[in-house]
């Protein structure tokens, strides 16, 4: 109970100075009772209401006092661990109440408050680690992507060369052909021609997207390595939680970013400038590598489309032009023929015409004349006894001759320029034929040489 004065009588005896100094004593003693009860609220409210009452502080981070007894057995008995390092002095902090001096529990509490803050702090570092993990895994696996696709590149560019490679054999394959008739330019050349600068043109693209590519694996691996630097600086306080708890945030994971995460990045929280640099740098640049491998497979498809565009441009120009040549061979090998057969029949005639001309000449001796062809003959001379009876018969004979050899010398000629057709002819037959088997043989080439192996197998189809 609280003290309180007596009043005195109202009859005074002793004197008003001893009376006085008395009085003064005792207020003295009543005020610094009033102040070494100030400490207690209980005493104080029951002082003031003269009931029992309950102080709850309405901070989260103060100590709760309930009931009017002890104070240091309340602050022992209710203990509050704290959320924040403002909370590891309860004491210093503003309450209803004012605590003079630290509980007896001061340094457990301190310890707890120290261990809350350390846990709560690696928890947020364990998640944070998760995330750069996730990433590096994100980076890992697009490195992957990218390296298949760097690999069709490589298989794109020997494809290319082997075309390039087949498409010089054609040229200089072609370049075997009868070196009279056969060696003119023609479209198949022409068209071997833009084959060529058309693969050169594919080469020059696919080796600029390869040397892009090879600069966008070094720059994932690069943040790859960052990522796992600063998941392993990350770690460096996450010793003692299990394992366990973390085995879903290793760096193959790829879940969803937690949503508790710290957005705002802080130089000595869980969330520091560097882990955003890096997140930021390695996002950017797997989207980065996104749009390459989306822009390589594109390329890919168009360079394959022009390849075979090309390829089956020059293969049926060269088979358009072995169709024409067996047409022409063809041709040649009928008129040929008819002319061989004209030849046998001008020979013929020749012969018969030289046989003619040789009748009408007669024998070369006079004594091998028959007496039936004599000029002289019995009835001719018995026919010229009388006048005016000349025969035409020696100048039918003179005309005859003259007539046959003009024949026979026309013929020869004509025999001769039948004969000369002919071997031109033959020769020009001969040229077809060698000029169709070296297309042939450039044909069958350039279909055995491709290299279906340096394709992927979906993009081999529909080669030829």
């Keep these: 109970m609280p003290v309180q004065s007596v009043p ?107 261990v809350g803050v350390a846990r709560e702090y690696m928890r947020r570092v364990r998640e944070m680690e998760g995330e750069i993990r996730r990433q590096a895994g994100r980076v890992a696996h697009e490195c992957i992507k990218l390296e298949r696709e760097r690999g069709l590149l490589e298989r794109m560019l020997r494809s290319l060369r082997c075309e390039t490679l087949i498409n010089k ?31 050169t043109e594919l080469k020059q693209e696919l080796e600029s997207t390869l040397r892009s590519t090879l600069a966008q694996l070094q720059t994932l691996g690069q943040c790859s390595r960052q990522l796992l630097d600063c998941a392993s600086e990350r770690a460096r306080v996450l010793e003692l939680l299990p394992h366990t708890g973390s085995g879903s945030l290793s760096a193959g994971g790829r879940g969803t970013p937690s949503q508790g995460l710290i957005k705002l990045p802080e130089p000595i929280g869980p969330f520091t400038p560097e882990c955003k640099q890096v997140l930021e740098s390695s996002t950017l640049a797997v989207n980065q590598s996104q749009l390459l491998r989306e822009n390589i497979r594109q390329m890919i498809g168009n360079a394959i489309a022009r390849q075979k565009a090309a390829h089956r441009t020059v293969n049926d120009a060269l088979v358009k032009k072995i169709a024409e040549t067996v047409t022409l061979k063809q041709n040649l090998t009928t008129m040929s023929a008819a002319t061989r057969q004209a030849i046998f029949r001008k020979q013929r005639q020749l012969n018969c015409i030289r046989h003619s001309h ?55 000629e004509e025999l001769s320029r039948l004969q000369g057709t002919c071997l031109q002819l033959v020769a020009n037959l001969h040229g077809k034929r060698a000029a169709e088997q070296v297309d042939s043989a450039v044909v069958r080439l350039r279909r055995q040489l491709v290299d279906r192996r340096a394709m992927p197998t979906f993009l081999q189809q529909g080669l030829y």
């Design 8 to 114: 005195l009588a109202s009859v005074t005896i002793g004197p008003q100075s001893w009376r006085d100094d008395t009085m003064h004593s005792i207020r003295r003693a009543e005020h610094l009772v009033r102040q070494t009860h100030a400490g207690r609220p209980g005493s104080i409210s029951r002082a003031r209401s003269c009931s029992a009452t309950a102080l709850t502080p309405r901070r989260t981070d103060t100590i709760e006092v309930v009931g009017g007894g002890d104070t240091h057995d309340a602050l022992c008995k209710n203990k509050v661990r704290p959320q924040n390092t403002g909370t590891m002095f309860p004491y210093a902090t503003t309450t209803t109440f004012v605590v003079p001096f630290p509980p007896p529990c001061f340094r457990e509490q301190c310890a707890e408050a120290s």
């Design 169 to 199: 054999k054609s040229v200089e394959g072609r370049t075997i052909r009868p070196a009279t008739t056969e060696t003119g330019r023609d479209g198949a050349d022409h068209l071997l021609e833009c084959e060529k600068r058309e693969l």
């Design 358 to 412: 040789d009748r009408a000449l007669g024998p070369e001796y006079s004594g091998d004349i028959l007496s039936r062809e004599k000029l002289n003959r019995p009835i001719v001379k018995v026919y010229h006894r009388h006048p005016g009876t000349q025969l035409p018969e020696a100048a039918h004979l003179i005309q005859g001759s003259s007539v046959l050899r003009h024949c026979l010398l026309s013929s020869e």
